[in-house]
């Protein structure tokens, strides 16, 4: 296992025609989310909304699971308060939360591998490892699956790798903790890979 010390999990960096606009829309997670959902970790966008006002609901990104009825919208970036708790960071399990997720289709991310990169990764598709986050920073330990990189996209490999995130100290093929920037394909709101490997 490689360093796990930093920023993981997915963070926009820009979109594919520019600068980022900043904006996130609000979701909902619901109380059968058994999962804890940190700042930066996947979710998945539910067949479902919020019967008081209409609010999509989404779940924890688990490919295989039951709590991917679709694909994945983007990483959540902040949690509403509420009236119990004002300053949680993170969205604690089994509890029913408004949060807010970064679901531009064309945003980039960043990502930390979970393992040694390489230059031939560059234009294939990977796969997240979950993580679960820090309860006191609200950062998830989610990272790119180094494990799982190939020249096909499947639901599990939803992150097409554009390059290393060019900044110094972060060596391509000589670091456990190299930072890759990604995109999703097959987003949950707009559909960029053309891949036959996808099934759902």
Same mark, same amino acid.
């Given at each position: 296992?490689?360093?796990?010390?930093?920023?993981?999990?997915?963070?926009?960096? #820009?979109?594919?025609?520019?600068? =980022?606009?900043? +904006?996130?829309?609000?979701?909902?997670?619901?109380? +059968?989310?058994?999962?804890?959902?940190?700042?930066?970790?996947?979710?998945?966008?539910?067949?479902?909304?919020?019967?008081?006002?209409?609010?999509?609901?989404?779940?924890?990104?688990?490919?295989?699971?039951?709590?991917?009825?679709? =694909?994945?919208?983007?990483?959540? /970036?902040?949690?509403?308060?509420? =009236?119990?708790?004002?300053?949680?960071?993170? #969205?604690?399990?089994?509890?029913?939360?408004?949060?807010? /997720?970064?679901?531009?289709?064309?945003?980039?991310?960043?990502?930390?591998?979970?393992?040694?990169?390489?230059?031939?990764?560059? +234009?294939?598709?990977?796969?997240?490892?979950?993580?679960?986050?820090?309860?006191?920073?609200?950062?998830?330990g989610?990272?790119?699956?180094?494990?799982?990189?190939?020249?096909?996209?499947?639901?599990?490999?939803?992150?097409?790798?554009? #390059?290393?995130?060019?900044?110094?100290?972060?060596?391509?093929?000589?670091?456990? /903790?190299?930072?890759?920037?990604?995109? =999703?394909?097959?987003?949950?709101?707009?559909?960029?890979?053309?891949?036959?490997?996808?099934t759902?």
């Open positions: 296992m490689a360093n796990n010390s930093g920023k993981n999990g997915l963070w926009p960096a #820009r979109t594919k025609t520019g600068k =980022l606009t900043g +904006n996130a829309n609000e979701y909902e997670m619901l109380a +059968n989310e058994g999962n804890a959902t940190f700042l930066g970790d996947p979710v998945s966008l539910l067949a479902t909304s919020s019967a008081l006002d209409g609010c999509p609901d989404v779940a924890l990104f688990a490919p295989g699971g039951s709590a991917q009825a679709l =694909l994945c919208a983007g990483p959540m /970036v902040a949690v509403k308060p509420t =009236l119990t708790n004002l300053t949680l960071q993170y #969205r604690l399990a089994s509890t029913l939360t408004r949060i807010l /997720v970064h679901d531009d289709p064309a945003a980039i991310f960043t990502i930390r591998a979970d393992g040694t990169a390489a230059g031939t990764d560059v +234009n294939k598709y990977a796969g997240f490892e979950i993580i679960a986050g820090n309860t006191t920073t609200g950062v998830t989610t990272l790119l699956d180094s494990s799982d990189i190939s020249a096909s996209a499947t639901v599990e490999r939803t992150m097409m790798i554009l #390059r290393a995130q060019p900044a110094i100290g972060n060596p391509l093929a000589t670091s456990a /903790v190299t930072i890759y920037e990604v995109i =999703l394909v097959n987003h949950a709101l707009q559909q960029n890979s053309n891949t036959t490997a996808l759902l």
